[in-house]
């Protein structure tokens, strides 16, 4: 299938407009370039019923997260996403996804708990990981107190984020911390081979290879081990007895073979899982919010099926 027309142009304009890539300027511009371009293309104004700014103690100094309440939605316990957001470990935070997570609420009714994580290069792998599950951990051991039914706890990101959602579905399992679902839009699931899809769309297509590798350096410190699981969870030997799966793909995203592999190992192992490989766009076409109708149809379905999958 052909790209689709309308991501075409987005990708055009990008050209045309040039400018350094992010490994050139370095993670500080480049947070600022990605907070620019996400304010501008993201959601505007969805309103929620509540929002409320929290932090998670730990040693390092806390884990800032907010809590996201959909319109209609009061005191009554509800069931949780807790989402973690993309941008390879390096750029993002609770408000370029502030948009994107108040939607995710609305539309699956349900509370959406955003966690800023740690990013590289300042603060190296296992930073993220340590934040991602003590922000999970957190919020099932307090879940009353937030307003969330200890009972009916998901996990979900994008891109990087949707690494740390199935690598944290992984370790809530080991840890015996129940989850419904897992949401994993465009998730990296391996760091290291050099998959078709890595080959076909390195350049041009809004993530390319030369970015990711800048992620990956600026995340992982040298000599780290891209086999272990807390990594690459699709390097996990044992995927059994995992939370159902939602896996959104785009077809001319660098990362759809490893997603699409992470699905194919997760059914293999008696996980349900989901696919939506949306086959005419790119990675992470759910931000383009504003030029882009497929891009709230595509968010929406993956908080309307994740909401399926709650415990009822």
């Known amino acids: 299938m052909a790209l689709d027309p309308l991501v075409k142009g987005f990708l055009d304009q990008m050209k ?8 050139e300027i370095g993670a500080p511009a480049a947070r600022e370039v990605f907070n620019q371009m996400m304010q501008a ?7 929620v019923g509540k ?6 103690p730990t040693a390092t100094g806390g884990v800032p997260i907010r809590v996201y309440t959909p319109v209609g939605g009061g005191r009554d316990l509800m069931p949780a996403l807790v989402y973690f957001h ?9 408000e370029t996804h502030d948009g994107l997570c108040r939607l995710m609420a609305n539309e699956g009714n349900f509370r959406v708990i955003a966690v800023d994580y740690r990013l590289g290069p300042e603060h190296k792998y296992p930073a993220a990981y340590d934040d991602a599950m003590a922000a999970l951990s957190w919020v099932a051991a ?8 200890a009972n009916r706890i998901a996990v979900g990101g994008d891109s990087a984020g949707g690494a740390l959602a ?3 579905a992984q370790q809530a399992k080991a840890k015996g911390i129940p989850l419904d679902a897992q949401m994993l839009l465009f998730p990296v699931t391996q760091i290291g081979e050099i998959t078709g899809s890595l080959k076909e769309f390195a350049v041009g297509y809004f993530l390319e290879k030369e970015t990711l590798d800048w992620f990956y350096e600026s995340y992982l410190p040298a000599g780290a081990d891209k086999s272990d699981p807390r990594i690459s969870p699709l390097r996990a030997k044992d995927l059994s007895g995992l939370p159902p799966a939602y896996i959104m793909l785009g077809g001319f995203d660098p990362l759809h073979d490893e997603g699409m592999q992470y699905a194919d190992k997760l059914r293999a192992a008696g996980v349900p899982v989901t696919v939506a ?6 990675h992470c076409f759910v931000y383009l919010q504003a030029i882009l109708p497929q891009a709230h149809e595509a968010l929406a379905a993956a908080a309307k099926a994740v909401a399926k999958m709650f415990s009822a």
């Not at 490989?277 to 790119?282: A, K, L, N, T, W």
């Open 41 to 47: 293309l993201g959601p505007k104004d969805v309103p």
């Open 51 to 56: 929002t409320e700014n929290r932090t998670v």
């Open 166 to 168: 199935a690598i944290c």
């Open 142 to 149: 307090n879940a009353a107190d937030i307003g969330v039914d």
């Open 86 to 94: 993309g941008g390879g470990w390096v750029i993002g935070n609770l």
């Open 277 to 282: 490989d949306h086959s005419d766009m790119v």
């Open 16 to 23: 045309a407009a040039g400018g350094p890539k992010m490994s």
